[in-house]
C-alpha cells in the first residue's frame, strides 16, 4: 500500500494550528520504517554495489522517479556482454522513461540493478569480470522530467547537459514519496548468466521443439548450429521451459534487444547458406 504522507502531514499541520501551536515549533514528519527494514550488508550493498531488484521491489512517486524503500536510487544493467570486441555500456534511469517502461512489458527488468551511489561510477560485469564505469544518464529519463526543454536543445548542448548532469543535484530538485517494499539481497541473487548445465538445457530445448525454429519454421536439424535458444526475459539464469524458445539466428537476431547479432558470422553464414 502506498501511503500519502503529504497528505497526513497536512492533516497534523492543521491540528496543531487549532490547538494554538506556533508555526515554528511544528516539525514535519519523518519515516523510518523502510530504512530499519535493511541490515548493514543490505545497506552497504545499496550503496555501493547495488541491489538486483524486480518490478515489484520498487516504487514510483507521482513524478516518475524511482524509490526503494524510502529512498531515492538509480536503475542499470549490471551484467553486459561483449560483441565483436566491442563493450556498449548501459545507461543508468532515475526516472520511470519510456526505455523502462518497454523493459517492464517485456518481462525484461529483472536484468537491473538499484542503487543509491550518485556519483555515476558504477560496478558492472563485463563477460563475468568486474569493473567500475562511469555511465551517463538515460536520455530519455532526461526527456521525461524535463520535457520540451529538453527537446528544444540542440544537439551539442544535449550532449553536455549528459556530460554534466548532476544526480544528486536533481534528487534535491525534485521531491518523492516514501515507501516500504521487499528486498532480494545482492549477494544471494544469481548473477545473469547461463547455468553450468546450459548447453545440455539447450540441446533439449532444440530437441523436443525437433530442431525447428518456432517463427519462420525452418527445421536445422542438419546443421544445429544456426538454431539457437532464447531466454525470453533476457535472465540466462532463468531455464524454465516457458522462457525459452528455439529460434534459428535469424529470428533470434530480430528479437528486441538483439541488435548486436546482426554482424556475426554466424548470421551472414546463415543467411547466404538459404540464399535469405
Known amino acids: 500500500m502506498k501511503i500519502n504522507y503529504s497528505y497526513i502531514q497536512s492533516m497534523f499541520d492543521g491540528l496543531l494550528n487549532e490547538m494554538g501551536v506556533q508555526e515554528e515549533n511544528i516539525r514535519p514528519l519523518t519515516t523510518t520504517a523502510g530504512w530499519r527494514n535493511l541490515d548493514p550488508s543490505e545497506l552497504a550493498a545499496l550503496s555501493l554495489e547495488g541491489l538486483d531488484v524486480e518490478a515489484k521491489d520498487f516504487n514510483i512517486d507521482d513524478d516518475g522517479f524511482l524509490n526503494y524503500r524510502g529512498r531515492k536510487v538509480v536503475l542499470y544493467i549490471r551484467d553486459i556482454k561483449t560483441f565483436g570486441g566491442r563493450v556498449s555500456n548501459p545507461k543508468?534511469?532515475?526516472?520511470?522513461?519510456?526505455?523502462?517502461e518497454s523493459m517492464m512489458a517485456n518481462g525484461r527488468f529483472n536484468r537491473y540493478v538499484v542503487t543509491t551511489k550518485l556519483d555515476k561510477k558504477y560496478k558492472?560485469?563485463?563477460d563475468g569480470n568486474e569493473k567500475w564505469e562511469d555511465l551517463d544518464v538515460c536520455r530519455n529519463c532526461l526527456k521525461k522530467v524535463m520535457g520540451d526543454d529538453y527537446e528544444n536543445l540542440n544537439?551539442?548542448?544535449k550532449n553536455k547537459l549528459v556530460a554534466d548532469f548532476d544526480i544528486a543535484k536533481a534528487?534535491?530538485?525534485?521531491?518523492?514519496n516514501e515507501s516500504q517494499l521487499p528486498i532480494q539481497n545482492?549477494?544471494?541473487a544469481e548473477k545473469n548468466d547461463y547455468t553450468k548445465d546450459w548447453s545440455l538445457v539447450s540441446r533439449r530445448m532444440k530437441a523436443i521443439n525437433h530442431w525447428t525454429c518456432k517463427k519462420c519454421k525452418r527445421n536445422l536439424k542438419d546443421n544445429p548450429k544456426y538454431l539457437d535458444c532464447h531466454h525470453k526475459d533476457a535472465n540466462k539464469s532463468n531455464n524454465d521451459p516457458n522462457n525459452l524458445e528455439v529460434l534459428c539466428v535469424k529470428?533470434?537476431?530480430e528479437s528486441e534487444m538483439h541488435g548486436h547479432m546482426k554482424g556475426e558470422a554466424r548470421l551472414i553464414e546463415y543467411l547466404k547458406a538459404y540464399k535469405l
Not at 92 to 100: D, G, I, K, P
Open 92 to 100: 543508468f534511469h532515475f526516472n520511470h522513461c519510456t526505455t523502462l
Open 124 to 126: 558492472v560485469i563485463i
Open 155 to 157: 544537439s551539442r548542448e
Open 171 to 176: 534528487f534535491e530538485i525534485y521531491g518523492y
Open 186 to 188: 545482492e549477494y544471494t
Open 251 to 253: 529470428c533470434h537476431s
